[in-house]
Antibody, heavy 119, light 111 residues
């Protein structure tokens, strides 16, 4: 059974970097058949896919156009986890952030982390 | 404004059958599989239907999905009180180098 456990701060100041980690159990971040995604949800913007990282003989990253200039998703093979870094945040980045696996559909999700951007 | 269009609300009485629609375009549902999620308050979305009409292990057969052209539907038969939740459709969209897109969600109320 795949489980994703998220960690990271719930409060970030404007203009700073939002960083979250997603620890994987029951699968490998280096899997050749899965991708590892970050998604966020807010009342005003609904569910938004932010990006993904995946391994197919080499590492690939793929980001949503609207955050492409501000986002990095990194795999960490030594800890079997992946991370999200979103810089220059504003209050509009306030949302519940989820990590999720896709091996086809987005099938396994983390528990979610409410991140508030406020001074 | 979500890429996939769902009705904001739906309702039914226990035992009834309800359907929720999801309208997309040729770049998402029209060319890729539709998936459905159930979200209870304060929890992450849970995969309910994948590849248009497949149920993950553990999902009751009261839940079914279908797809036609650029639209998909979720049907819930024998409605139960515990089905009261938000339901979302999702699909891979081939535009803009590819990305996941979602519906705005349908709040199902069991009367």
């Amino acid at each position: 059974q795949v489980q994703l456990q998220q960690s990271g701060p719930g409060l970030v100041k404007p203009s700073q970097t939002l960083s979250l980690t997603c620890a994987i159990s029951g699968d490998s971040v280096s899997s050749n058949s899965a991708a590892w995604n970050w998604i966020r949800q807010s009342p005003s913007r609904g569910l938004e896919w932010l990006g993904r990282t995946y391994y197919r003989s080499k590492w690939y990253n793929h980001y949503a156009v609207f955050v492409k200039s501000r986002i990095i998703i990194n795999p960490d093979t030594s800890k079997n986890q992946f991370s999200l870094h979103l810089n220059s945040v504003t209050p509009e980045d306030t949302a519940v952030y989820y990590c999720a696996r896709s091996g086809g559909p987005l099938d396994y999700w983390g528990q979610g982390t409410l991140v508030t951007v406020s001074s | 404004q979500s890429v996939l269009t769902q009705p904001p609300s739906a309702s039914g009485t226990p035992g009834q059958r309800v359907t929720i629609s999801c309208s997309g375009s040729s770049s998402n549902i029209g060319s890729n599989n539709a998936n459905w999620y159930q979200q209870l308050p304060g929890t992450a979305p849970k995969l309910l239907i994948y590849n248009n009409n497949q149920r993950p292990s553990g999902v009751p057969d009261r839940f079914s999905g279908s797809k036609s052209g650029t639209s998909a539907s979720l049907a819930i038969s024998g409605l139960q009180s515990e089905d009261e939740a938000d339901y979302y459709c999702a699909a891979w969209d081939a535009s803009l180098n590819g990305h996941w897109v979602f519906g705005g969600g349908t709040k199902l109320t069991v009367l």
